[in-house]
Protein backbone atom coordinates (compact mmCIF):
# COMPACT_ATOMS: atom_id res chain seq x y z
CA UNK A 1 0.00 0.00 0.00
CA UNK A 2 0.97 3.17 -0.99
CA UNK A 3 1.41 5.98 1.92
CA UNK A 4 2.18 9.78 1.56
CA UNK A 5 5.60 11.04 1.83
CA UNK A 6 7.19 12.11 5.05
CA UNK A 7 6.06 15.28 6.92
CA UNK A 8 8.54 18.00 5.03
CA UNK A 9 9.67 15.95 2.25
CA UNK A 10 8.56 17.50 -0.94
CA UNK A 11 6.77 14.42 -3.78
CA UNK A 12 8.97 14.59 -6.89
CA UNK A 13 8.85 17.36 -9.34
CA UNK A 14 6.49 16.91 -11.96
CA UNK A 15 8.42 17.27 -15.61
CA UNK A 16 8.27 20.34 -17.37
CA UNK A 17 5.78 19.98 -20.23
CA UNK A 18 7.11 20.23 -23.76
CA UNK A 19 5.76 21.59 -27.28
CA UNK A 20 6.41 19.37 -30.62
CA UNK A 21 5.01 20.79 -34.09
CA UNK A 22 2.62 17.63 -35.97
CA UNK A 23 5.54 16.77 -38.29
CA UNK A 24 8.23 16.27 -35.29
CA UNK A 25 5.35 14.58 -33.78
CA UNK A 26 4.37 12.10 -36.86
CA UNK A 27 8.44 11.59 -36.81
CA UNK A 28 9.08 10.52 -33.38
CA UNK A 29 5.76 9.45 -32.08
CA UNK A 30 7.28 6.17 -29.75
CA UNK A 31 9.18 8.82 -28.07
CA UNK A 32 6.75 10.98 -27.71
CA UNK A 33 4.71 8.94 -26.18
CA UNK A 34 7.02 7.29 -24.08
CA UNK A 35 7.18 10.57 -22.63
CA UNK A 36 3.45 11.03 -22.03
CA UNK A 37 3.66 7.54 -20.34
CA UNK A 38 6.26 9.09 -18.20
CA UNK A 39 4.49 12.16 -17.01
CA UNK A 40 5.18 14.60 -19.28
CA UNK A 41 2.40 17.01 -20.78
CA UNK A 42 3.14 17.53 -24.44
CA UNK A 43 1.43 20.34 -26.84
CA UNK A 44 1.10 19.86 -30.36
CA UNK A 45 1.45 22.33 -32.09
CA UNK A 46 0.07 23.30 -35.92
CA UNK A 47 1.99 26.42 -37.43
CA UNK A 48 3.40 27.46 -34.15
CA UNK A 49 -0.48 27.32 -32.63
CA UNK A 50 -1.29 24.78 -29.84
CA UNK A 51 -3.77 22.30 -31.14
CA UNK A 52 -4.39 19.21 -29.15
CA UNK A 53 -2.29 17.55 -25.79
CA UNK A 54 -1.34 14.49 -24.78
CA UNK A 55 -0.34 13.27 -21.44
CA UNK A 56 0.02 10.16 -19.46
CA UNK A 57 -2.46 8.19 -17.83
CA UNK A 58 -0.52 7.37 -14.55
CA UNK A 59 -1.02 10.74 -12.95
CA UNK A 60 -5.15 10.52 -12.93
CA UNK A 61 -6.61 12.20 -10.02
CA UNK A 62 -7.62 8.52 -8.31
CA UNK A 63 -3.39 7.57 -8.68
CA UNK A 64 -2.94 10.65 -7.15
CA UNK A 65 -5.39 10.37 -3.92
CA UNK A 66 -3.92 6.87 -3.59
CA UNK A 67 -0.43 8.16 -3.99
CA UNK A 68 -1.58 10.80 -1.06
CA UNK A 69 -2.80 7.67 1.08
CA UNK A 70 -6.17 9.39 1.56
CA UNK A 71 -7.78 5.83 -0.73
CA UNK A 72 -7.01 2.47 -0.64
CA UNK A 73 -7.30 0.33 -3.69
CA UNK A 74 -9.38 -2.48 -4.14
CA UNK A 75 -7.63 -5.89 -3.21
CA UNK A 76 -6.99 -8.03 -6.38
CA UNK A 77 -9.75 -11.38 -6.28
CA UNK A 78 -7.98 -12.83 -8.88
CA UNK A 79 -10.21 -14.65 -11.83
CA UNK A 80 -13.54 -15.37 -11.52
CA UNK A 81 -14.22 -18.97 -11.29
CA UNK A 82 -16.16 -20.30 -14.13
CA UNK A 83 -19.49 -21.73 -12.60
CA UNK A 84 -20.43 -25.78 -13.04
CA UNK A 85 -22.63 -26.86 -15.61
CA UNK A 86 -25.74 -28.43 -13.78
CA UNK A 87 -28.02 -31.34 -14.04
CA UNK A 88 -31.38 -31.12 -14.58
CA UNK A 89 -34.42 -33.43 -15.76
CA UNK A 90 -36.75 -30.18 -17.76
CA UNK A 91 -36.37 -28.10 -20.22
CA UNK A 92 -34.74 -23.84 -19.52
CA UNK A 93 -38.64 -23.19 -20.94
CA UNK A 94 -40.12 -25.68 -18.25
CA UNK A 95 -38.06 -24.58 -15.15
CA UNK A 96 -38.70 -20.50 -16.40
CA UNK A 97 -42.90 -21.58 -16.16
CA UNK A 98 -42.37 -23.39 -12.96
CA UNK A 99 -40.20 -20.23 -11.47
CA UNK A 100 -43.39 -17.76 -12.89
CA UNK A 101 -46.31 -20.22 -10.81
Do not use: K
Given at each position: ?12 P?PLPI??GV?A?R?D?S?YL???A??VD??I??YG ?17 I????V???PS??P?P???PM ?5 V ?9
Amino acid sequence: MRTAPPEGVDPPPRPLPIEVGVRALRDDLSRYLCLAADGVDITITRYGRPVARISGTASSRLDQLIAAGVVTPPPSLGPRPVPRPMAVDATVSDLVAEQRR
